[in-house]
């Protein structure tokens, strides 16, 4: 019988988590309810913002994020072209235009050289967002990115749904992905492969009170209850979506964020090992790059690996671990070499981007590995790219 197979990621689901769901199905409210509140409060508390806002799951999060902003049809929107189709796709479904910005290759973030030479390609458009993303679970040079944002007279989104529980330095202050010191808002995803899990979910943090009442109100229909109102009475001034975050989805989430540093030791102590674990494979293989501000809670174990020196193929390294029980998956193929974006754009060169995706594989990283896993790993990697 063949091993089973670990995957790159996957939720930890403990008997309380299952227990904190079954008395919600018990209670009043399945979704609209107190527990909205609570994992709410509970998250912004956790990454310090003043404000999180839950909704359906990560993409909507960035959709309301678009929404929020007030991003109008054929203004710019800047996105890495290494990320998940939805944070550019975020700003289509407001018409907005993306420009895609290149990556630095080692680490496949957007960093200040990329994003400057983005604003090059802006061209007339006003420019009204930039969506840097921690890419693996490592921050960006959020200062860095700002300043640049600032100057072009937009703001910065960070798209973050791999870097809950990330910390960062900047000029010897501490700060956190989440606390929104650098950005208009910070997105997250609870997908079951994402740090905590609802299955569905995400999260929008905020420290501005007007953006945190606009995510309210486009996460439920555009819909307005003034004050001093008749009580059957509403408004809408603009139509919103149902985004909602169900309140059984919220004592799942509130139960998982309880466990968040516990999940997070884990993934660094285990990344560690991966690091200690993986040296000897250089410079075939080599982790990617981490830099020095960063001080990351891991959501992905990215190595890049020089295919061409090891005369073999992705494919065939992909295959090669698979039959050795060992999941991986490539994070990601760059988006603006998807067909739909191509044919709106254009072919475009991003080298950093291009480098990134010829070479990354992500190996399995989540707190319910051992240690022997990690060894098994890299057991395998080593077997099948033959160094
Ligand atoms: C997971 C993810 C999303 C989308 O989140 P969903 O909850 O799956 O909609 C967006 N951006 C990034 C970078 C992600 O990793």
């Given at each position: 019988m063949s091993p089973p197979i670990l995957p790159y990621g996957r939720q930890t689901i403990e008997d309380d988590d299952i227990a904190a769901v079954a008395e919600a199905l018990r209670a009043d409210f399945l979704t609209t309810g107190p527990t909205v509140d609570a994992f709410e409060h509970a998250f912004a508390e956790k990454v310090g913002a003043a404000h999180a806002v839950a909704c359906a799951n990560g993409t909507a999060a960035l959709h309301l994020a678009m929404l929020a902003l007030k991003v109008q049809p054929g203004e710019a929107v800047i996105v890495p072209s290494i990320t998940f189709l939805a944070t550019a796709n975020c700003a289509r479904y407001v018409g907005g235009e993306v420009v895609f910005a290149d990556v630095d290759?080692?680490?496949?973030l957007m960093t200040p050289d990329t994003l400057g030479e983005a604003l090059t390609r802006v061209g007339d458009r006003r420019l009204r967002a930039v969506l840097p993303v921690h890419l693996r679970g490592d921050a960006c040079d959020l200062p860095g990115l700002e300043a640049l944002a600032a100057t072009a007279g937009a703001v910065m989104v960070e798209d973050a749904p791999h870097a809950l529980g990330t910390a960062m330095t900047f000029g010897n202050v501490a700060e956190r992905v989440g606390d929104a010191r650098h950005s208009a808002m910070a997105t997250f995803s609870f997908h079951p492969v994402k740090t905590i899990a609802t299955g569905e979910g995400g999260m929008v943090t905020t420290n501005d009170p007007a953006l945190a009442e606009r995510l309210r109100l486009m996460r439920s229909h555009g819909m307005m209850r003034p004050q001093?109102?008749?009580?059957w009475w509403y408004e809408m001034a603009e139509p919103g979506f149902n985004y909602r975050l169900p309140d059984l989805l919220c004592a799942l989430g509130l139960s998982q964020l309880a466990k968040l540093d516990r999940f997070a030791a884990r993934r660094r102590a285990l990344a560690a090992a991966y690091g200690q674990a993986l040296a000897p494979l250089g410079p075939v293989v080599s982790v990617a790059a981490q830099p020095p501000w960063s001080d990351p809670v891991l959501h992905l174990m990215c190595v890049l690996i020089d295919f061409e020196a090891a005369g073999v193929t992705r494919r065939q390294v992909v295959d090669g671990l698979k039959a050795r029980g060992v999941g991986s998956q490539v994070h990601y193929i760059p988006v603006h070499r998807q067909p739909y974006y191509r044919q709106r754009y254009g072919d475009l060169d991003l080298p950093g981007a291009q480098a990134w995706y010829d070479r990354c594989l992500s190996l399995p990283l989540y707190p319910g590995m051992s240690d022997d896993d990690v060894v098994r790993v890299v057991g395998a990697l080593r077997a099948v790219v033959g160094v």
């Open positions: 290759p080692m680490s496949g001093g109102a008749d009580p």
